[in-house]
């Protein structure tokens, strides 16, 4: 694994312990009651993206806990997952082959030094995981990703929260809130909203123009787009009439939809 340039920040794998996979990271809920049987719904939809089938091979960058594995072996995929966090790859590691024909692998490894040859995966996945990696890092991942991507394979991403939603939505939607007397809920900084340790480990929240940008620099072409979950709130019709502005409507859909995901191809050479 190569040591990071001395003059460039990185994040201690220090920082992700068991706790942070049980308590923080995406999914948690689902993962204590159904051991990775259960994805989270924002994985859930992440994972469809990527269509695995019987006998492809999908690297999951980042793999965390290792239930995106599991599934990968119940539809007859080899599944590799390669984490930094000595707790993560533990972890992950726990989880057998559902399909006892094929084999997931766990490796302790860094996103920007893949230990895999080229062109060797038919599925890449990046889950929740941009926004923990510093602009120099998620450069150096996204060409790994496109170096071990298979010609015909896709790279599946999705990160949260989408930055412009956090930088220009997100004060409006709070004093909102404020006058709603329901402003304990919604601290000054919104990388705090619901998950303390977001504060701590969100070091590069992506918005979909920056990430559209970043795998173009990386010698991919991509589809991005933006996407939030039905909310189903009983609010007024006056509420209601301005949501569906704010989530369909440009240029205000940019700003007030709170996930991006991408789908890349590699760019022919």
């Known amino acids: 694994m190569r040591s990071p340039p001395s003059n460039q920040p990185s994040l201690s794998p220090d920082l992700y312990t068991e706790e942070y996979f049980r308590e923080s990271c995406e999914g948690f809920d689902e993962f204590n009651e159904t051991g990775g049987g259960q994805l989270s719904r924002r994985l859930r939809d992440a994972f469809a993206l990527a269509n695995v089938s019987e006998g492809?091979?999908?690297?999951d960058i980042g793999c965390g806990r290792g239930e995106?594995?599991?599934h990968c072996s119940q539809l007859g995929a080899t599944a590799y997952g390669i984490d930094y966090a000595?707790?993560?790859v533990s972890m992950a590691g726990n989880f057998s082959p559902i399909n006892k024909k094929k084999i997931?692998?766990?490796?302790?490894?860094d996103a920007k030094a893949l230990p895999f040859a080229p062109r060797h995966f038919h599925r890449v996945l990046l889950f929740d995981?941009?926004?923990h990696l510093y602009p120099w890092e998620l450069h150096c991942a996204l060409l790994q990703a496109n170096r071990v991507l298979h010609q015909d394979g896709f790279l599946i991403l999705h990160t949260a929260p989408n930055a412009w939603y956090d930088r220009y939505a997100y004060p409006f939607v709070r004093l909102f809130r404020i006058l709603s007397k329901e402003g304990a809920a919604y601290p000054a900084n919104p990388?705090?909203?619901n998950v303390e340790a977001n504060l701590e480990v969100h070091v590069n929240e992506q918005s979909a123009l920056s990430i559209w940008l970043a795998l173009r620099r990386a010698g991919f072409k991509s589809k991005v787009w933006l996407q939030t979950p039905s909310q189903n709130r009983v609010e007024s019709k006056l509420l209601a009439f301005l949501r569906q502005i704010f989530f369909t409507c440009p240029p205000f859909r940019w700003f007030f939809h709170r996930e991006v995901y991408a789908i890349a191809w590699r760019a022919k050479q």
């Open 56 to 59: 492809m091979r999908v690297l």
């Open 68 to 70: 995106i594995l599991r």
């Open 86 to 88: 000595p707790i993560a």
């Open 104 to 109: 997931n692998m766990v490796s302790l490894a």
């Open 129 to 131: 995981v941009a926004e």
């Open 191 to 193: 990388r705090g909203l």
